[in-house]
């Protein structure tokens, strides 16, 4: 009897267990934010921990996301290191935008609705952009709505090709805000329950009604701001063109001469006599040296200014004339919020940033002043004038020609 052995060898292959290495996520928020990892739901925040502590989190990159209802959710992306605990705090939130628009292509007739946020523009396709609400949408209908705005002011700015306006809005609680904005005539108009509100005699106590942007001078390519207040549209900084030349060669020859007192006319801008600002003209409002279709204030439009910015004083006050201080502070709401002396910095409320000019005897820092193209009596010119240690604007009249003073240059607008 044959027996047969059979000899099974066993070969046994160590096997490794290599568990991954991981980490975890510690959230800090209010209880009952929903939170995700990945688009993986792993639980609400709650007060027992002071948000939600997620384990066993692979290492490397992840997308993590917060959820808040009626808010825009967080995401952000975190990077996990082994056996290390990663800290996310949660920001504040931003209310939830819904947009919607709706009508056809062309420019329709402005209607009111309750309840959102409307904007018309000419053209329709224009770009809207609200920043502090996290909005950047491009209008191409004739009504472009919002929801859920949160009651506040917000600075609001529309683009059209190389175009540009700001204006601010107020939202207010079950109230509609409705704005149109006109590119043609460079306005942003704010409607409310039928009332076009530009236009008018602007409170200083309540300045939401003013518009901003910028132009280009097309004789030398210069671009300049703009700021509207009330019914003037003036330029935010002093004009610089001209070819320079030193103070006692700015002559009646044919030419644009300037001189740079501060040594610097890109930054400060640029100087001139009454004559060559004037271009050698008498006749008030002249366009002198500003660009076609604005010209040199007259003294009107500078008291009319006067008054729009003083938070005391109205424009029946600020017309008579003479030498004296005018109001109770209109020059601190214009003059800019630095490069004044001995602080006398500004607030600039409308952005118009009046700036010291380097004159005479007067210290760096302490002196600004214009000419305004009215006569005052034969030989005499009127200089609304800002210092650094006066909260209003000071009315010289002045004999001194020679002397060089920058411009702010006004549109042509009918002054009301």
Same mark, same amino acid.
């Given at each position: ?8 060898i ?36 709650n007060? @027992?921990?002071?948000g ?28 996990i ?10 920001k504040?939130? @931003?209310h ?5 628009q709706?009508g056809?292509e062309? @420019?329709?007739?402005?209607?009111i ?14 770009k ?12 191409? +209908?004739?009504r472009?709505?919002?929801?859920n705005i ?7 700015s529309?683009?059209?090709?190389s ?7 107020v ?5 509609l ?22 236009g ?24 300049? +701001?703009w700021v ?9 900084e002093?004009?610089?063109i ?6 006692s060669?700015q ?6 001469e300037?001189?740079c ?11 001139y006599?009454?004559?060559e ?22 003294l009107?439009?500078w ?17 008579y ?29 409308f ?9 005479g005897s ?12 009215s ?11 800002f ?7 000071i ?9 060089v ?6 549109k ?5």
């Open positions: 009897m044959k027996f047969h052995f059979y000899c099974f066993l070969i046994v292959t160590p096997i490794t267990l290599i568990s991954q290495s991981t980490g975890y996520i510690q959230i800090k928020a209010e209880s009952g934010l929903s939170v995700f990892v990945d688009d993986f739901f792993k639980g609400k925040t007060s @027992e921990f002071g939600l502590i997620i384990s066993d989190v692979s290492v490397g990159s992840h997308i993590l996301k917060i959820i808040k209802d009626g808010y825009q959710p967080q995401i952000v992306t975190v990077k290191i082994s056996g290390q605990v990663y800290i996310y705090e949660v504040n939130f @931003e939830k935008i819904e947009i919607s709706t056809s062309d @420019e329709g007739e402005i209607s609705k309750t309840g959102k946020l409307l904007i018309q523009s000419l053209p329709v396709n224009i809207i952009e609200i920043s502090s609400l996290s909005i950047n949408s491009l209008k191409t +209908k004739d472009w709505e919002t929801e949160p009651e506040g002011r917000f600075l609001v529309f683009y059209y090709n175009q540009k306006l700001s204006s601010y809005i939202i207010e609680e079950k109230v805000t409705h704005i149109f904005v006109n590119f043609i005539e460079n306005k942003v108009l704010t409607l409310k329950s039928g009332i076009i509100s530009d008018h005699f602007i409170d200083i106590n309540n300045p939401d009604e003013y518009a901003f942007g910028s132009f280009t001078d097309l004789r030398d390519g210069k671009k300049y +701001k509207k207040v009330g019914d003037l549209t003036w330029m935010a002093n004009l610089n001209g070819i320079e030349v030193s103070q060669q002559l009646n020859n044919g030419q644009i300037k001189s007192p501060t040594g610097n006319c890109t930054k400060d801008g640029a100087g006599k009454w004559g600002v004037m271009q050698y003209s008498e006749e008030e409002k002249a366009q002198g040296v500003c660009p076609d279709g604005w010209h040199v204030p007259s009107n439009e008291l009319y200014l006067a008054a729009c910015a003083d938070t005391e004083n109205n424009y029946e006050y600020y017309k004339k003479g030498s004296l201080g005018r109001g109770k502070d209109a020059a601190l709401n214009l003059k800019s919020k630095t490069g004044w002396a001995e602080d006398g910095n500004g607030k600039d409320v952005g118009i940033n009046i700036k010291p000019f380097l004159y007067w210290k760096a820092g302490s002196f600004a002043g214009f000419w305004a193209s006569p005052y009596r034969k030989g005499d010119r009127w200089t609304p004038s210092t650094n240690t006066s909260n209003w604007i009315i010289f009249s002045s004999r001194v020609y020679d002397a003073l920058p411009v702010r240059c006004v042509n607008t009918k002054l009301n």
